[in-house]
């Protein structure tokens, strides 16, 4: 199987947050596999303003792994039944590269629920932006007490084993994805220098298909009068 690259998401910037303990127990769990390959993306750390919003703000490395990646695990805490704000901000500041791209989401909480209510409020979102959700999430319950102050789980063998779970599903759906986005056509009939679209974004890997470095530089966007169906051909 081809490498595979499936960064970690750690999704609050609270200091002395225990998500953090979290998200480096999972990224030390990824960096075990065989033909993966992991960073930690610590939201807190972006250089994204908030004084704006959207496409217009995006940061050009976060973009970039997000571009790459052929996964994402993202750790979310769950803050009075929701998620962090800053993590919908940082998130809402890309499209076109999650598109048909895996995603696994980890919960954490003080209580017993593992963070539950806040994957519900996130796979609405997950669905949004073009990412397809594992079937199997990770919980982390009663965080404050699971991990010692040097960040030490405790029962490690049980979230180890769980993790394992979670990772295999996860591991299946990106390579699945990546096969897919590489060579399946969503409109076969096209002509091959035709973008595959999917809501109206262009997906990346057709740019790269047809040889091109910059999407906005590789098509020509135009909107049909009758149907108001938009599509996009390569500029030669």
Known sequence: MAE???PVILGTNRKGCMSRFV???????VQAWAS??????DIGTLPIPTDDAGLSIKDPGFSATVERADGLIIV???YNHAYPGLLKHVLDTNLKEYIHKAVGLCGVSAGAFGGTRVIQSMLPV?????LV???YDLNFSGVNQLFDEQGAIADRETYVRRFDRFMKELVWMSA???HGRQ???LDPEKDQDTLVFHANKPCPEEVARLGSDATDAAMEVKTCSETGRVEATLIR
Do not use: Y
């Open 126 to 130: 997950m669905r949004e932006l073009g």
């Open 176 to 178: 699945v994805l990546q």
């Open 183 to 185: 060579a399946v056509s």
């Open 133 to 135: 959700t594992t079937f």
């Open 23 to 29: 998200a480096n127990f999972v990224v030390e769990q």
């Open 4 to 6: 595979l690259f499936i």
């Open 76 to 78: 979310v805490p769950e």
């Open 36 to 41: 993966v390959d992991t960073e930690l993306i």
